[in-house]
């Protein structure tokens, strides 16, 4: 697995690194040679936040995670991207290595019903182009948490969100 560390507002430290590394062994035999993982580290006041995202065969896992120590946010973060993979083992399955999960020692814990996914609800929405700002507009008018729209420049469907701090996001799609 290739990691990249990144620090925002901060300079993680070789000890920091060094426990990333050992900490990440611990999922890497659920991947490939060929998995990337980036690690983006900030300080917020007295916070900091460990970011890991995992990209595998077109598989992307995150978690994220904040404590008052990076190294108890880093460990929060891994124990998050376990759970994630255990949740749904035999679905992520078929994406990791073959055969990954199969003597992997889950613990205890009890792991939800591994059924299919079921579609409760069908929208269709009306797309009509709009900016950016627009559609942030649009979406705190509805109180909701995202909304997608076609972006007046690109002409490209994408889609606006609330971030966990506050922020915005936005979804633009990679075509290939």
Same mark, same amino acid.
């Given at each position: 697995?290739?990691?990249?560390?990144?620090?925002?507002?901060?300079?993680?430290? @070789?000890s *920091?690194r060094?426990?990333a590394? +050992?900490?990440?062994?611990?999922? %890497?035999?659920f *991947?490939d040679?060929?998995?990337?993982a980036?690690?983006?580290v900030?300080?917020? +006041?007295t $916070?900091?936040a460990v970011?890991?995202t995992?990209?595998?065969?077109?598989?992307? !896992?995150r978690?994220q995670e904040?404590?008052v120590? $990076?190294n108890?946010a880093l460990?929060?973060?891994?124990d998050?991207l376990?759970?994630?993979?255990r949740k749904?083992k035999t +679905?992520?399955?078929?994406?990791?290595?073959? &055969?990954? =999960?199969?003597? *992997?020692?889950f613990?205890d %814990?009890v792991?939800? %019903?591994?059924?299919?996914y079921?579609v /409760?609800?069908? +929208?269709d929405?009306?797309?009509?182009?709009?900016?950016? @700002?627009e559609?942030i507009l649009?979406m705190?008018m509805? &109180?909701?948490? *995202?909304y $997608?729209f =076609? @972006?007046?420049?690109t002409?490209? /469907?994408?889609?606006?969100? /609330?971030?966990s701090d506050?922020?915005? &996001? =936005?979804l !633009?799609?990679d075509?290939?």
């Amino acid at each position: 697995m290739n990691i990249t560390i990144i620090g925002r507002k901060c300079n993680p430290r @070789d000890s *920091f690194r060094d426990r990333a590394e +050992k900490k990440l062994a611990k999922i %890497d035999r659920f *991947f490939d040679d060929e998995a990337n993982a980036k690690i983006t580290v900030s300080i917020e +006041k007295t $916070m900091a936040a460990v970011e890991i995202t995992v990209n595998s065969n077109g598989l992307i !896992v995150r978690a994220q995670e904040r404590s008052v120590d $990076m190294n108890d946010a880093l460990d929060a973060c891994v124990d998050s991207l376990i759970r994630k993979i255990r949740k749904n083992k035999t +679905k992520v399955e078929k994406k990791l290595r073959r &055969g990954a =999960l199969e003597n *992997f020692n889950f613990g205890d %814990d009890v792991v939800e %019903d591994e059924s299919d996914y079921e579609v /409760v609800r069908t +929208k269709d929405i009306a797309l009509k182009p709009q900016s950016v @700002d627009e559609a942030i507009l649009q979406m705190n008018m509805l &109180g909701h948490q *995202f909304y $997608m729209f =076609l @972006d007046d420049h690109t002409d490209r /469907v994408c889609v606006v969100y /609330v971030r966990s701090d506050g922020g915005y &996001g =936005l979804l !633009v799609p990679d075509i290939e």
